[in-house]
């Protein structure tokens, strides 16, 4: 077991670009949450998936934002138009069922 | 509503106990988390406990909860300068679907 692995683990964008990335959750583990940590501050929820269906959406993740897991296991998250204010660390996370919840190595984002 | 509230700075010699304290607001919190963040990784679940328990001992940490007050601390003993990191401290609440809510993290600074 490789643990959850994020891709890219750094992005510099410039302002107003369109980024995407990806998280490959534990195998078999079924549920995938995205989170966003912006620098002093804890990790804050943005979604969820259950298998391939998205149940939970944080009112932070702005329709800029998009998310995808087409076939219940890797998941995309997509930022459109990227803003100053986007950067941060973006987390993925994943369990199985209700049990704990193990994280990537997240993806940094910097917008110039 | 769901809080989650830490101290943001800690600091102890090698070799003593640390203390970190986290106070949490959702009573119907299930399970409650204490993770550990090196600079520039992702989140490393360090234990958790069930919000039925009032301890849980796992080799040189001990978690205690106090569910009347609602605070939740991580004791780390003899603690070692590879320690030193973020610690937060989070609660599952029952209200949504598996959503962690976090606290800001306490740095722990290990002075050799």
């Known amino acids: 077991d490789t643990g959850v692995s994020q891709n890219p683990r750094h992005k510099i964008t410039k302002r107003g670009q369109n980024v995407t990335f990806r998280c490959d959750p534990i195998s078999e583990h079924n549920r995938l949450y995205w989170y966003r940590q912006t620098l002093g501050q804890g990790p804050e929820f943005l979604t969820y998936?259950?298998?391939?269906?998205?149940?939970?959406k944080s009112r932070l993740l702005s329709d800029r934002f998009s998310a995808e897991r087409p076939k219940g296991s890797f998941s995309t998250l997509e930022i459109q138009r990227t803003e100053q204010g986007d950067s941060a660390m973006y987390l993925c996370?994943?369990?199985?069922?209700?049990?704990?919840?193990?994280f990537g190595p997240g993806t940094r984002l910097t917008v110039l | 509503g769901e809080d989650v509230e830490q101290s943001l700075f800690l600091s102890v010699r090698e070799g003593d106990s640390s203390v970190i304290n986290c106070t949490y607001t959702d009573s119907s919190s299930t399970y409650l988390y204490w993770y550990k963040q090196e600079p520039g990784a992702g989140l490393q679940l360090l234990t958790y406990i069930f919000s039925n328990m009032d301890m849980k001992q796992d080799q040189r940490l001990t978690v205690l909860l106090n569910k009347k007050d609602k605070h939740l601390s991580l004791r780390i003993a003899d603690t070692q300068t590879g320690d030193s990191a973020i610690y937060f401290c989070a609660e599952k609440p029952e209200t949504s679907y598996d959503k962690v809510i976090f606290g800001p993290g306490t740095s722990l600074s290990v002075i050799p």
């Open positions: 998936f259950q298998n391939e269906a998205q149940l939970e």
């Open positions: 996370a994943s369990s199985y069922v209700t049990d704990t919840q193990y």
